[in-house]
């Protein structure tokens, strides 16, 4: 780890540091610490004391964490980030003590969304998409998984997929997709069960 002031760019003190490192703390968790870097690699972690002290002796650019919490980049391993429409109806029917069932047999619940998704354009879904993963990323995600599952057929399942994977292309996130086909019974295919498992497990798939 570089120790020397002038090999860093900048160095974010009074913070407190979830280092993930084994011992007595939960986290490994500094308090009172300070955090330097140079380019995009941390090379220095340590009291607040002893960073002030550097940066008083050797000019360096430096932050107020002002007791924040720094941790590493945290990773958000379940999400359907990539669907149109929103269900905010349903959920006040909920509150109001109507069952899921009775929602989704009215038309509501994931054959809702389904529907929604299906007619929506590639622009569409990556719009509201970017949205709901600025709003992670600016709570320290920098890694997501984005399932499909709200197409439930080919062509939809396969436009969620690319979306989802484009969303790292404009964010600084790492994107992985798991292909989730068998998320719910289209209505489609509402008489025949075995016959969408099939087409999902095999030639879909």
């Known amino acids: 780890m570089i120790r020397e002031t002038h090999d860093w760019d900048c160095v974010w003190i009074g913070a407190n540091l979830a280092t993930m490192r084994a011992g007595e703390r939960a986290y490994g968790a500094m308090r009172d610490a300070a955090l330097a870097v140079k380019g995009e690699r941390i090379v220095w972690i340590g009291s607040a004391l002893e960073a002030r002290s550097r940066v008083a002796s050797q000019p360096v650019r430096s932050f107020d964490a002002s007791g924040m919490w720094i941790t590493p980049g945290l ?13 905010a109806g349903e959920f006040e029917q909920r509150l109001l003590g109507v069952s899921y069932e009775q929602i989704a047999r009215s038309g509501g619940g994931i054959q809702s969304t389904v529907d929604a998704t299906r007619n929506a354009s590639h622009e569409a879904l990556l719009s509201s998409a970017l949205t709901r993963a600025r709003a992670l990323s600016a709570e320290g995600v ?20 690319a979306v989802a994977r484009e969303i790292a292309t404009h964010l600084p996130l790492s994107v ?4 989730l086909g068998l998320h719910a019974l289209p209505r489609e295919f509402a008489h025949d069960r075995c016959g969408f498992v099939e087409r999902v497990s095999g030639p879909w798939l």
């Open 75 to 87: 990773i958000d391993c379940h999400t359907h980030l990539v669907y149109a429409g929103n269900r």
């Open 142 to 161: 920098t890694t997501i998984e984005i399932k499909s599952g709200y197409g439930l057929d080919l062509d939809t399942e396969a436009r969620m997929l």
């Open 176 to 179: 992985r997709t798991t292909y």
